[in-house]
């Protein structure tokens, strides 16, 4: 019964492929976030939602883009995925105080 | 711009050291600051925050805006103890969280 599901958990795919990840959450936020940890860079933000319609780019979003399809769902998408993006990608959501971020258990993607 | 910095990579203690994790930050005006926490094979959840000055886990963190610094301190460490933990930053009128880099605390036997 979590809170916050990320799927893929593990996917390994070639360069230049396309990759959708997905985050749904039962919390009820309106805010939802994607976040990227790297070794040694820790979590660095792509993109952040405050409600449905809208939504923002972090700072490192070249190369992601994304999708609010309902206040419960936040897809991250690579389109033509490279090497250095292999990483754990993690979601979150929060309320707007953002007092606390509710993390997804992430999404490990390797590009070969 | 708001900046978050943990300077150290990695910490390794004994069992019943005391532990420090540094953090400190860069933000203008008044931050609200926090510690996340990383247990292996978990996902990552709140330690404390600044705001609610309360002792989790026997982990505390004082905000000390003339150092501009919110170490996290525990008196004696223990074995689960060891975990990647994240400073974070939350300011402005938007309140997007910035992390820092992590800090990897090692608790030996």
């Known amino acids: 019964d979590a809170d916050v599901t990320q799927t893929p958990r593990n996917r390994i795919t070639k360069t230049g492929k396309r990759i959708m990840l997905e985050c749904s959450q039962t919390k009820g936020h309106d805010r939802m976030y994607w976040y990227r940890q790297d070794p040694g860079l820790g979590l660095r933000l792509i993109y952040y939602s405050f409600d449905v319609k809208d939504i923002n780019k972090g700072e490192i979003s070249d190369g992601y883009s994304v999708s609010r399809q309902a206040q419960a769902k936040f897809s991250l998408s690579l389109e033509s995925a490279i090497p250095n993006q292999t990483a754990l990608y993690f979601c979150?959501?929060?309320?707007?105080?953002?007092?606390?971020?509710?993390f997804g258990e992430g999404s490990r993607l390797t590009v070969l | 711009a708001q900046r978050v910095t943990q300077p150290e990579k990695l910490l390794s203690v004994f069992k019943g050291a005391p532990v420090e994790l540094k953090c400190n930050y860069s933000?203008?005006?008044?931050?609200?600051l926090f510690w996340y926490v990383q247990y292996s094979r978990q996902r990552l959840q709140l330690l404390l925050r600044h705001i609610s000055r309360e002792s989790i886990k026997g982990f505390t963190a004082d905000l000390n805006k003339g150092e501009t610094s919110f170490h996290l301190k525990k008196p004696f460490a223990q074995e689960e103890d060891s975990a990647m933990y994240y400073c974070?930053?939350?300011?402005?009128?938007?309140?997007?969280?910035?992390f820092g880099r992590g800090t990897s605390l090692i608790v030996h036997p």
């Open positions: 979150a959501t929060s309320d707007p105080t953002a007092w606390e971020l509710f």
């Open positions: 974070a930053l939350s300011g402005g009128g938007s309140y997007i969280p910035t």
């Open positions: 933000y203008s005006g008044s931050p609200e």
